[in-house]
């Protein structure tokens, strides 16, 4: 006998994936902001050469990492508001706050990786001090306020998963 299983909609746990979706995520751009950002630059890495094209392969892998992560919340918020599963503040916003984590995961990935990455490249002759560039700075200002927002919401969207998942 052939059987092959068919994976349906009731058959996935949903709080739990989007609760394991955004922890992993949120852990994830932790590690990179606050270990493997800040070992680089104490390492004296950011000052080769070969830097720029490394940090860009990294962070393109990151940033589409996000991208699947922020897909799988967005849908996940979406399913479990049909759902009527988180509360009425919840309910109103979740799939709202899912969108804005899906944009900012596009913002990384579509422009402000390559454009960091693009300046980077540009700036690489002509600063040999292995200092970041001024021009830069508005770009990683960007990039620490998205973070932050991100942060605040997705925490947002875990505990409002959390608590449903605890009510039913």
């Known amino acids: 006998m052939n059987r092959t ?3 349906t909609v009731a058959m996935v746990d949903w709080p739990l994936l ?3 979706s955004l922890a992993m995520w949120l852990t994830g751009s932790l590690v990179m902001d606050l270990l493997v950002v800040p070992s680089l630059s104490a390492a004296g890495m950011m000052a080769e050469p070969g830097f720029i094209s ?3 392969l990294l962070f393109s892998v990151f940033n589409h990492l996000e991208l699947l ?3 799988l919340v967005l849908s996940g918020c979406f399913l479990l508001h049909q759902q009527r599963f988180f509360s009425v503040s919840g309910q109103r916003f979740s799939r709202i706050l899912a969108v804005v984590l899906l944009a900012i995961a596009i913002v990384y990935t579509y422009i ?3 454009a960091i990455t693009d300046l980077g490249f540009d700036m690489a ?3 040999s001090t292995g200092e970041m560039p001024a021009a830069m700075m ?3 200002w960007l990039y620490w306020g998205l973070e932050l927002v991100k942060l605040a919401v997705g925490l947002t969207l875990l505990r ?3 608590q449903g998942a605890v009510r039913h």
């Open 18 to 20: 989007v609760m394991g």
């Open 54 to 56: 490394a940090g860009h």
């Open 112 to 114: 402000l990786t390559p």
């Open 5 to 7: 299983a068919k994976l």
């Open 125 to 127: 002759s002509f600063t």
């Open 69 to 71: 992560f922020a897909g």
């Open 138 to 140: 508005p770009l990683h």
């Open 160 to 162: 409002w998963s959390y």
